[in-house]
């Protein structure tokens, strides 16, 4: 189950704050969404690993993977294409 605190906001010069408990969250950076129907805010941070993977992912720039453009580029045959793609071929069709 999620654990919850309630905590206080305060001023750190121009900026609202709010203090996280210590041991929540890593260094770093932090997302914060906001419904705004609701007005309800929540904090996020991905976790080290999954920010260390994307970075590395990042630093390597375009993969270089012919296999998979070539995967991106074929047109399936009759047989591989999916039931809703056969369904809007059967109703141009006029089936």
Do not use: C, Y
């Not at 906001?9 to 914060?32: K, M, Q, Y």
């Not at 993977?65 to 047109?75: C, G, K, T």
């Amino acid at each position: 189950m999620a654990e919850v605190v309630t905590t206080k906001t305060f001023r750190n010069g121009g900026s609202l704050a709010i203090r996280i408990p210590a041991g929540w969250v890593s260094d770093g950076e932090v997302t914060l969404t906001r419904d705004p129907k609701t007005g309800e805010i929540s904090v996020s941070q991905r976790s080290a690993k999954m920010a260390a993977l994307l970075a590395e992912f990042m630093e390597r720039g375009p993969l270089d993977d012919r296999v998979f453009e070539e995967a991106l580029r074929r047109i399936p045959n009759a047989d591989q294409r999916s039931v809703f793609e056969r369904q809007d071929d059967d109703a141009a069709a006029g089936h």
